[in-house]
Nanobody
């Protein structure tokens, strides 16, 4: 299992920036990929961005060019830099990590973008 703790959410005006962090502990070396998901009220949880153990990244079309996923292996931490935020980015953002035999989630952090 992997334990995940998110931080960095908050309230920001449209056009602003936030950086989310996800600190991982436990079976770090068993992680195949990590990702950021979000869930807005009344909507399904969706993948926002992911990064594999090899460093490959993938983004949902709506955030391409605005969000950047990265990781610091020395700190066992993953980040999501969010720029040019829009009201439609408002959601609870969740950190995810999966590997052989596990698929773990953080508790979520609220991001609210005001217009």
């Amino acid at each position: 299992q992997v334990q995940l703790v998110e931080s960095g959410g908050g309230l920001v005006q449209a056009g602003g920036s936030l950086r989310l962090s996800c600190a991982a502990s436990g079976r770090i070396f068993s992680i195949n990929a990590m990702g950021w998901y979000r869930q807005a009220p009344g909507k399904q949880r969706e993948l926002v961005a992911e990064i594999t153990s090899g460093g490959s990244t993938n983004y949902v079309d709506s955030v391409k060019g605005r969000f950047t996923i990265s990781r610091d292996n020395a700190k066992n931490t993953m980040y999501l830099q969010m720029n040019s935020l829009k009201p439609e980015d408002t959601a609870v953002y969740y950190c995810n990590a999966w590997g052989a035999g596990f698929n773990n989630w953080g508790q979520g952090t609220q991001v609210t973008v005001s217009s």
